[in-house]
Each structure stands twice: as C-alpha cells, then as structure tokens.
C-alpha cells in the first residue's frame, strides 16, 4: 500500500566534503519539495539558494577534511525548516560591508522568514525557517544563536520589506 506519510514530513542525506555536494544538496531539497507537493511553491527557489548558501558554508567554512556535512528538510504544513548539520568548529556570522565574501548568509536572511545557529557536539547546526502561504513566521524575519533572537536588519530588495551523498532516510519526526 501507498500511503502518503503524515505530518510532519523529514528528509535527511549525508554529504561527503567534495565540492559536488552543494549541487547535490540542491537537488536533494528540490526532490523532497516536488516529493511533498511544494515544487510549485513560490518560495521554493528561495529554498534552493538557501540550501546552496548553507551547504556552501558547511563545505568551506565547518566541515573539516575527511569529514561532510547533513542536511535536513522538515516541513509540518506550516513551517518548511532546512538545517545544515557540520562538526567543525566556529561561528556563522554575517558579513559586514567590509568583508570580501561571505555574503551567503546575508542571502538567507532575505529570504527567510527566519534562520539561527545550534550548538551540538561536534560542532553546529545552521538552519533557516519558510512560513506557508506568505504569512510568514511569529516574530518577523531575524536569526537566532543559542535560541536567543537577534535582528539584521536589511531591506530586502525583491520583496521591498525590512528583513532582519549516502541516504540516512526518510522519516516522520515531531518538530521541537
């Protein structure tokens, strides 16, 4: 029998430190929009470069030789979550106007609703949070480190608004 899976729906898929896993991630996010009814979404472009912009920073910034990275898409029908899960060492932070690169995070920033850093043991999780139906989140666009809140505030230019591998599987998991 072909059930279709309830609520909420996960995604998760390991990738080794080779710069073809930010491609792969991307596809990998895309099937498991398509998978649960959401490639037609409006924000699933949005999605994508995310997911590009995350799974970059893990591969050039978190993780470390001989190790990769996993990332994780969850969606409950309210809240489609991405989290890039690494095991180095550092900090994600947004890059100022001084800096050169690293202007991914930035990017996700505009345009999710929300995004923020875990701690785990080895290293971090990096996620990013896409309301359904343009609602948006409670508490408006900002980033969270260590479960506490901090705004960005950069006006987003597309939307004229203040904008602060190897299969693990495919599971039903409760969000926290």
Known sequence: MNAKPELPYQRDQFYRRDRRSVSAARRFAWW???HWGLADWDRADDVSLCVSELATNALVHGAPPGRGFLL???YDGDVLR????DSGAGEP???DEADEGGRGLLLVAALADKWGVGRRD???VVWCEFGWGGSGLVGGRGH???GEQASVG???PLRGELALGESIGDHVESFQ
């Open 154 to 156: 950069l006006e987003d």
């Open 82 to 85: 991405v989290e890039v899960h």
């Open 72 to 74: 994780r898409v969850r």
């Open 122 to 124: 080895p290293g971090k």
């Open 32 to 34: 498991s929009l398509k």
């Open 93 to 95: 932070r947004v890059a």
């Open 144 to 146: 969270e480190v260590g």
